[in-house]
């Protein structure tokens, strides 16, 4: 193992706030690499160099004059896995330090022995990122014909059924900066779930996919529910949440995926709801199937001639005309206007586009509309 700059300078310094004196640390070819004395670091320590190569305890240098590079002190070999990796090299008198011999050993050992275990766990998790990303992103095909049991050496066990959840944000606000809360999702949702080694994580831009060994939804919607209450967004940004409708296990992942970002989908376009399951969704199944091209040329075609602008201030009132079920009153009560005025638009909107919002067989045209206008924006 070779000791990193960063890892040396910590070892430094903890050993120096302990025993108060100048301590230096040299790699495996007596080069300092980290010393309470700037000025030292980069140059060559042959007493270093003579413990290395001859395997010493320890080397007591007397003199400043004994060992070119090196001061009068103590230094020592630290191990790790049964081998030289380092020595530290503590400035005094041997009845200064002798008391503490045990403790710098003990000290600057475990300090490499939690870096090394950091340095594995981070490796591990950029193997588990990387196996989720070939699993769930479809860009590398075929897999090897081992893949799910190269998932158990790194801790990934695809033989577990889990459930998909997917989960976004969504804000009204230009100030808002909801990134910085997707970036503490996964640990809070770690910290909500009982048994966080059986749950898989995915990160991606603008989402966090869970996958949990669970069945019913009465679970996924609490677990939300408090990931909501921890997160403390601000009135500005929603959390919004996409479900599968089964667990799935192996390769099936890949399915619970795509359904819940369906049902995020839905979410996402809907004013009333933060959460839709995928048995739910009714055109939300097709719409994520549907190029952008297509959806901008039938938005296009139902307002043909008419300004972006004004298309969307007939969205926002088409919206609200439909979540109210086409209540004439219910609608001008939400919108703060008269009954009059919103029959005057309605009636506007049908000599624009040929189409009459409050016809039944009219009603799907403009909430296909709607759902595209929404995935466009």
């Known amino acids: 193992m070779k000791i990193s700059v960063d890892i040396a300078r910590t070892i430094v310094r903890e050993i120096s706030n302990t025993i108060h004196q100048n301590v230096n640390l040299m790699d495996d070819s007596g080069c300092i690499i980290a010393s309470t004395n700037p000025a030292r670091t980069g140059t060559f320590h042959v007493g270093a160099q003579k413990i290395i190569e001859e395997q010493l305890e320890y080397l007591t240098i007397n003199t400043d004059e004994e060992y070119e590079g090196a001061?009068?002190?103590?230094?020592m070999p630290i191990?790790?896995?049964?081998?030289?990796?380092?020595?530290?090299?503590?400035?005094?008198?041997?009845?200064?330090?002798?008391?503490?011999?045990?403790l710098i050993r003990k000290t600057s050992e475990t300090l490499l022995m939690n870096f090394y275990l950091q340095k594995r766990e981070d490796e591990i998790q950029k193997e588990q990122n990387q196996y989720m990303y070939d699993l769930l992103s479809g860009n590398v095909e075929p897999l090897p014909k081992d893949f799910i049991s190269m998932g158990k050496l790194i801790g990934i066990d695809l033989s577990v059924a889990r459930r998909c959840v997917c989960i976004s944000l969504k804000w009204d606000s230009s100030d808002?900066?909801?990134?910085m809360f997707l970036n503490q999702m996964e640990q809070i949702l770690?910290?909500?779930?009982?048994?966080?080694?059986?749950?898989?994580?995915?990160?991606?831009?603008?989402?966090?996919?869970?996958?949990?060994?669970?069945?019913?939804d009465e679970v996924i919607e609490r677990l939300i529910g408090q990931l909501a209450?921890?997160?403390?967004?601000?009135?500005?940004?929603?959390?919004?949440?996409?479900?599968?409708?089964?667990?799935?296990?192996?390769?099936?992942?890949?399915?619970?995926?795509?359904r819940a970002e369906k049902s995020l989908k839905a979410a996402m376009a809907s004013p009333q709801k933060d959460v839709f399951y995928y048995h739910e969704l009714t055109i939300g199944v097709f719409i994520s199937e549907i190029p952008d091209h297509s959806k901008q040329e039938y938005v296009k075609r139902i307002f043909t001639g008419v300004e972006e602008a004004e298309i969307q201030h007939w969205m926002e009132m088409l919206e609200v005309f439909y979540s109210c079920e086409g209540s004439i009153t219910r609608t001008a009560e939400k919108m703060f206007i008269h009954k009059n005025t919103l029959q005057y638009q309605l009636k506007k909107l049908m000599a624009a586009t040929g189409y009459d919002p409050r016809s039944l067989s009219n009603a799907a045209i403009y909430q296909n509309a709607l759902w595209f206008w929404k995935e466009l924006h």
């Not at 030289?84 to 503490?100: A, D, F, M, R, T």
């Not at 921890?230 to 795509?258: E, I, N, T, W």
């Open 176 to 179: 808002a900066k909801p990134h």
């Open 190 to 216: 770690k910290q909500l779930w009982d048994y966080p080694e059986q749950s898989l994580f995915y990160r991606e831009t603008d989402q966090v996919s869970i996958f949990l060994p669970v069945e019913k």
């Open 229 to 258: 209450e921890r997160l403390k967004l601000p009135d500005s940004v929603y959390l919004k949440a996409g479900v599968d409708d089964q667990a799935f296990d192996g390769m099936g992942l890949r399915k619970g995926k795509v």
């Open 71 to 75: 001061k009068l002190g103590i230094n």
């Open 79 to 102: 191990y790790f896995g049964g081998e030289i990796v380092g020595v530290l090299g503590i400035s005094g008198e041997w009845n200064q330090i002798k008391p503490y011999i045990d």
